[in-house]
Every structure is written in structure tokens, then in C-alpha cells.
């Protein structure tokens, strides 16, 4: 098992900004994927953006322009910056790692998401209107 860690979690009013974070206990560069999935109340878990290895991003539709993924490999931490958040933005919010491909090609996106090997335990997030 690969440890990872989220944290920078907590309320917020709409509007307001948050940064979350994922400590990784081996290279972050060595994952061809990373992931930051989200669970609402009540609600299934939804993949919200995804890092490929050479840094390439992609988000889901809700989540667009508002939120960013990136990786710190110096640091091998996982990072995403929410801005502009809104009351549906609220769940436990979890990192997760993908060590290689499921097939050749196979592109690393939050939906649908890999089958992911490592997962966090989640953090908070919680949206005041």
C-alpha cells in the first residue's frame, strides 16, 4: 500500500476558496495517473479532475474553470486549488493513484475514472449559501 494523505479540508462560504492537498508517501511522478474523486451526502462518488505523468489536466464539466489540479513532485504532493466554490461543491473530497494503465492509451480522466490502486481516507468540504 502507498499512504496518502488529504488534508486543507473545511467550511467555506460560497463564493470563498480552498486548497486541498495529498501527501504521497512514494514519488508522485512515478503514478501515470492521479485523481481527485468527491462524494456528496447521499450521492454516488464523482470523479471531478485528473493529472496525467507529463501534467496534463482534465476536469469534469461541473468543476471547470473554478477548480485546478496539479502535481508538486518536489514535494510529491498532489494539489487542487477550488475558487469560486459553490454549495454543490460540498462532499468528502479523496485523492487517489494510478500506478499504470489499464490498456495502452488508456487516458487518464475523472469520467470515467480508472479503476484506481491507492486511495486516500478523504477530507471534508463543506459550502455555505
Known amino acids: 500500500q502507498v499512504p496518502l494523505e488529504e488534508s486543507g479540508g473545511g467550511s467555506v462560504q460560497a463564493g470563498g476558496s480552498l486548497r486541498l492537498s495529498c501527501a504521497a508517501s512514494r514519488y508522485t511522478s512515478s503514478f501515470i495517473c492521479m485523481t481527485w474523486f468527491r462524494q456528496a451526502p447521499g450521492k454516488e462518488r464523482e470523479g471531478v479532475a485528473s493529472i496525467e505523468k507529463d501534467g496534463s489536466a482534465t476536469y469534469a464539466d461541473s468543476v471547470k474553470g473554478r477548480f485546478t489540479i496539479s502535481r508538486d513532485n518536489a514535494k510529491n504532493t498532489l494539489i487542487l486549488q477550488m475558487n469560486s466554490l459553490k454549495p454543490e461543491d460540498t462532499g468528502t473530497y479523496y485523492c487517489?493513484?494510478?500506478?499504470?494503465?489499464?490498456?495502452?492509451?488508456?487516458?487518464?480522466?475523472?469520467?470515467?475514472?480508472?479503476?484506481?490502486?491507492?486511495w486516500g481516507k478523504g477530507t471534508l468540504v463543506t459550502i455555505s449559501s
Open positions: 487517489a493513484a494510478k500506478n499504470s494503465r489499464p490498456w495502452w492509451g488508456a487516458p487518464c480522466v475523472p469520467d470515467p475514472p480508472y479503476d484506481m490502486d491507492y
